[in-house]
């Protein structure tokens, strides 16, 4: 077992209690699915706004992106700019119109067009694996962090992340999770700003200058190779192949707009407007802190170059953050930030089995099997379900030790818009789109991604069948091809279909 940190343990505790706190007070208004899957539609864009950046600035964002970027240099740093450009996507075509037509979840849009069950399983299918996808890194982040920040085991500390997110979600579900996003949205944009200034300080330089004298030198990296900071500051040092780096690119960019737990939060505001102002606020923060995020891993791989090894663990890049912290301003400032990093991962694997708990227990079970049930008996299938993700995902992240969380979130991205993103743009915006193209384009999107990953290098190394690391290029442009193609295809019988739709009852 690790060594224990005394004041880390102590904010640890304390994150705890509080979240349990939230979470008890929350629950005892939580009374239908509504409220359990959405808050009841009642979120504040302003905190709407700053619970999205909260779920949104992950595992992935914090320490896998910091780690990256004092590995990888630039191609660590394409992360961030995927990150945050995908939001752009949000704003102007996705958050009012989504809001409009949705309910509780992904396939509640969908179907608002098609009332086809076939559409709400293969949606809520895609749910499942971009979830777990997701889920995978954030569990793999959790016994990262709480490893070292209060002395145990990385399969221990998972099991205390998962247990607590299972409390978050079981018992106020949405409601609950807001409010922890939230506070862990102010949370870490005020770390990432301490932290940034912190590193100049320590640096004695501005930021233009910090910048430019990484540039000007020689950078050894955590490998021990050295090259020079030109070539670590341009394309090239983690992905050799130019493809590869656009595939990554189009996944980042494409996936933001399509990923589950964060198109749920749209159906927590009042209006449609809102949906837009609460994206506004979640550019701003996320603008914020992904543009310091480069000083952060910059910082880290300028202080190992100073002979400092303690700024950086060339084992484990996850752990580049707390450790750069640690350097500057020793156990407190360590604890503190390790701390708020705990917190990020709660809000992240919190909105993740509320997408997962909604695909399978509202949309699976109540509407595609047509279990109609009461609203107390729907709630208690709901937190049932989201207890057996949450166990799940425990297991996951045992099982995925090692895994830079960076790396792993960007194949959810590249999955999501591959199979959600050509079903959610032609739902909203495109006329011709008939149910089986909604359908056929799911699947190829999602199918296609899943077996590029498997016979990527990711999954077989040296001798992988698909060169490229990243399968958003060729599965994103499949999965709208064959969704509109299809619908095309299909446009002769378009019309019986429509008749037989304003003939069915609409779904509850």
């Known amino acids: ?104 979840t992904f396939a509640d849009a969908l179907t608002s067009k098609f009332k086809s069950r076939k559409i709400r399983l293969a949606a809520a299918i895609s749910t499942l694996v971009v979830s777990v996808f997701y889920l995978i890194p954030q569990m793999v982040g959790s016994g990262s962090i709480v490893g070292p920040l209060i002395g145990l085991d990385y399969e221990i500390g998972v099991v205390v992340i998962g247990l607590l997110v299972v409390f978050i979600v079981a018992t106020a579900g949405m409601v ?3 409010w922890v996003q939230f506070i862990k949205g102010f949370m870490l944009l005020i770390a990432v700003i301490a932290l940034t200034v912190g590193v100049l300080v320590a640096a004695g330089m501005g930021p ?17 190779a050295t090259v020079p900071g030109e070539t670590f500051m341009a394309p090239g040092m983690k992905y050799k192949d130019p493809l590869d780096f656009v595939s990554l690119a189009m996944a980042l960019i494409l996936g933001t707009a399509a990923l589950p737990h964060i198109l749920i939060r749209y159906f927590t505001v009042p209006k449609p407007a809102d949906a837009r102002k609460s994206t506004v606020i979640a550019i701003i923060v996320m603008g914020i802190f992904y543009l310091l995020i480069l000083f952060l891993g910059l910082g880290a791989i300028y202080f190992f170059n100073q002979g400092i090894t303690g700024a950086l663990n060339p084992a484990d890049a996850n752990l580049t953050a707390p450790l750069l912290a640690q350097y500057i301003g020793g156990d407190v400032f360590y604890a503190v930030i390790s701390s708020i990093a705990f917190a990020t991962i709660l809000g992240t694997v919190s909105g993740l089995i509320m997408a997962s708990a909604g695909a399978i227990a509202h949309d699976i079970y109540a509407e595609v099997l047509g279990h109609k049930s009461s609203e107390k008996r729907s709630l208690l299938i709901s937190k049932g379900t989201a207890i057996g993700v949450g166990l799940i995902a425990i297991v996951l992240g045992i099982l995925s030790k090692g895994q830079n969380v960076a790396f792993l979130v960007g194949l959810a991205f590249a999955i999501a818009a591959s199979a959600n993103l050509p079903a959610l743009m032609c739902t909203l915006f495109w006329k011709r789109t008939t149910e089986n193209g909604l359908i056929y384009g799911i699947l190829a999107g999602l199918i296609s991604s899943i077996v590029l990953i498997v016979i990527s290098p990711t999954m077989m190394g040296p001798d992988a069948l698909f060169s490229l690391n990243n399968p958003g290029i060729v599965s994103i442009p499949l999965g709208f091809a064959v969704t509109m193609g299809v619908s095309m295809m299909g446009e002769g019988s378009a019309a019986n279909s429509k008749t ?7 779904e509850e």
């Open 1 to 104: 077992m690790a060594e224990i940190h005394p004041l880390s343990l102590a904010i640890f505790i304390a994150i705890t209690l509080l979240t349990l706190a939230i979470s008890i007070y929350a629950g005892r208004r939580v009374r239908t699915a509504g409220h359990y899957y959405v808050a009841g539609g009642g979120v504040r864009w302003f905190v709407n706004g700053f619970a999205i950046a909260g779920d949104y600035l992950s595992a992935a964002s914090f320490l896998g992106i910091t780690g990256l970027v004092a590995f990888a240099g630039y191609d660590g740093f394409i992360y961030a700019i995927g990150f945050l450009a995908g939001w752009i996507v949000a704003l102007f075509l996705i958050a009012e119109p989504l809001r409009a037509i949705g309910k509780f």
């Open 208 to 224: 233009f200058e910090f910048i430019g004298n990484i540039i000007s030198s020689n950078i050894t990296l955590p490998s021990g």
């Open 500 to 506: 037989e739709q304003r003939r069915a009852e609409p």
């Open 176 to 178: 609950s999770t807001t």
